[in-house]
T-cell receptor
Framework: EAGVAQSPRYKIIEKRQSVAFWCNPI?????LYWYQQILGQGPKLLIQ????????DSQLPKDRFSAERLKGVDSTLKIQPAKLEDSAVYLC?????????????FGNGTRLTVT | AQKITQTQPGMFVQEKEAVTLDCTYD???????LFWYKQPSSGEMIFLIY??????QNATEGRYSLNFQKARKSANLVISASQLGDSAMYFC????????????FGGGTRVLVKP
């Protein structure tokens, strides 16, 4: 099966600019996640979708970050305006079902550099 | 809230030898899953192995095995017969049932395999 697809692979922007990342989960996976991974740290959950509804966005900086999952398939994460501290790898993941025995499948990530 | 601790920031291991990566966790939920992921320098997160809190036997997956000590709240990963391709970051993660599929990661351990 095809894995989780993410684009772009790399992005460099200046602070105060906007940027968008795209994710297409594994076909049939109902749950989609966006994680932020700052260099040298473990990934941190930003937002979780179940189909096209938000399950958890408690750690999403909503003043500058937004995400949507129209039609319950692919998803877009946007940052506007970007800050220097947003430099990180943004990982998208999906899982087929809800459950504590279901591993998440990750994409290759988008490496964002804000200058 | 759940917490994962990986106390080894980095480790060297000789090729063909075994290495143990430490992971301790904290959760009040009796039902949870423990996961190990590998992250090579290319950035993708690769699922390695899963252990459920009610599993009686330690999980094994090829050269990967999990030393699960529930009373001590530890879930150490053992990689046997290390290969050069095992050089990567390794993350331990926990998913309590009550957390609604929110996977929490530790800080990671970097493994470098020496020829």
């Amino acid at each position: 099966e095809a894995g989780v697809a993410q684009s772009p692979r790399y992005k460099i922007i200046e602070k105060r600019q906007s940027v968008a990342f795209w994710c297409n989960p594994i076909s049939g996976h109902a749950t989609l996640y966006w994680y932020q991974q700052i260099l040298g740290q473990g990934p941190k959950l930003l937002i979780q979708f179940q189909n096209n509804g938000v399950v958890d966005d408690s750690q999403l900086p909503k003043d500058r970050f937004s995400a949507e999952r129209l039609k319950g398939v692919d998803s877009t994460l946007k940052i506007q305006p970007a800050k220097l501290e947003d430099s990180a790898v943004y990982l998208c993941a999906s899982s087929p079902v809800s459950g504590y025995n279901s591993p998440l499948h990750f994409g290759n990530g988008t490496r964002l550099t804000v200058t | 809230a759940q917490k994962i601790t990986q106390t080894q920031p980095g480790m060297f291991v000789q090729e063909k030898e075994a290495v143990t990566l430490d992971c301790t966790y904290d959760t009040s939920d009796p039902s949870y899953g423990l996961f190990w992921y590998k992250q090579p320098s290319s950035g993708e997160m690769i699922f390695l192995i899963y252990q459920g809190s009610y599993d009686q036997q330690n999980a094994t997956e090829g050269r990967y095995s999990l030393n699960f000590q529930k009373a001590r709240k530890s879930a150490n990963l053992v990689i046997s017969a290390s290969q050069l391709g095992d050089s990567a970051m390794y993350f331990c993660a926990i998913l309590p049932r009550a957390a609604g599929n929110k996977l929490t990661f530790g800080g990671g351990t970097r493994v470098l395999v020496k020829p």
